[in-house]
């Protein structure tokens, strides 16, 4: 799609700017631009996984009458769907958010057209920090990301203890096989989006303390 290619031209230019700022440098390049581009994108993040919440919470407070609304009419499913969602409409649950679904198409293009930017400026190699070469991978670079993943994993506000081990050390271990085989500038992508990812799930868990506190 000739706009898509633009797009990604455009971000790409962006980067090779940047890099051009910093004397050369398309790691750091990369890093600014990842994170600035996560950071600009916070606050429809942060709303979404505040609306998630407080959505839980919701749900959470009309369970018992969910339970007996299924035992009650436990031979008629759908008398059980025509209750339950009435009770959603009384207490303002919507299980389909068009917020939440615009938030998320806003997201995507941006946040794909960056990754395709910066694998094609990865391509040419280049050293950053410890990393001989941009364009191979690198585990250490991978065993932080890892890491990151698992710090915002851990700080899910709603995980039960059977829940937490396996929510933390699945996507840890899943983003270290990923990375492990990608270029390192795409493992500096996924670390500079993951900082500010780990500064989102501290804000969320505060937010989730307050709501079980109200």
Same mark, same amino acid.
């Given at each position: =799609?000739?706009?898509?290619? @633009?797009?990604?031209?455009?971000?790409?230019?962006?980067?090779?700017? !940047?890099?051009?700022?910093?004397?050369?440098? =398309?790691? !750091?390049?990369?890093?600014?631009?990842?994170?600035? &581009?996560?950071?600009?994108?916070?606050?429809?993040?942060?709303? *979404?996984?505040?609306?998630? !919440? @407080?959505?839980?919470?919701?749900?959470?407070?009309?369970?018992?009458?969910?339970?007996? +609304?299924?035992?009650? #009419?436990?031979?008629?499913?759908?008398?059980?769907?025509?209750?339950?969602?009435? *009770?959603?409409?009384?207490?303002? +649950?919507? !299980?389909?958010? %068009?917020?939440?679904?615009?938030?998320?198409?806003?997201?995507?293009?941006?946040?794909?057209?960056?990754?395709?930017?910066?694998?094609?400026?990865?391509?040419?190699?280049?050293?950053?920090?410890?990393?001989?070469?941009?364009?191979?991978?690198?585990?250490? $670079?991978?065993?932080?990301?890892? +890491? &990151?993943?698992?710090?915002?994993?851990? $700080? %899910?506000?709603? $995980?039960?203890?059977?829940?937490? &081990?396996?929510?933390?050390?699945?996507?840890? +271990? *899943?983003?270290?096989?990923?990375?492990?085989?990608?270029?390192?500038? &795409?493992?500096? #992508?996924?670390?500079?989006?993951?900082?500010?990812?780990? %500064?989102?799930?501290?804000?969320?868990?505060?937010?989730?303390?307050? *709501?079980?506190?109200?």
């Amino acid at each position: =799609m000739p706009l898509w290619a @633009e797009f990604v031209d455009f971000v790409y230019a962006t980067l090779f700017c !940047l890099s051009t700022a910093f004397g050369g440098s =398309m790691g !750091l390049a990369i890093v600014v631009l990842s994170f600035a &581009v996560r950071l600009a994108l916070l606050p429809i993040t942060l709303r *979404l996984a505040y609306r998630a !919440l @407080e959505m839980q919470a919701a749900l959470e407070k009309i369970r018992p009458k969910l339970e007996r +609304i299924r035992e009650r #009419y436990k031979s008629d499913p759908s008398r059980v769907v025509e209750e339950a969602t009435t *009770l959603y409409r009384e207490n303002g +649950i919507k !299980l389909v958010d %068009g917020g939440s679904v615009f938030g998320a198409v806003v997201q995507a293009p941006i946040v794909l057209g960056l990754f395709g930017a910066i694998r094609r400026g990865v391509a040419t190699g280049g050293r950053f920090l410890w990393v001989a070469d941009l364009a191979r991978p690198d585990a250490a $670079l991978a065993c932080l990301c890892a +890491i &990151v993943t698992a710090g915002s994993a851990a $700080l %899910g506000p709603t $995980l039960s203890p059977s829940q937490r &081990v396996p929510s933390v050390v699945v996507p840890a +271990i *899943l983003t270290l096989v990923f990375l492990s085989r990608m270029a390192a500038g &795409v493992s500096l #992508y996924t670390l500079a989006s993951g900082v500010v990812g780990l %500064g989102q799930a501290m804000l969320v868990r505060r937010r989730a303390a307050r *709501l079980m506190a109200a």
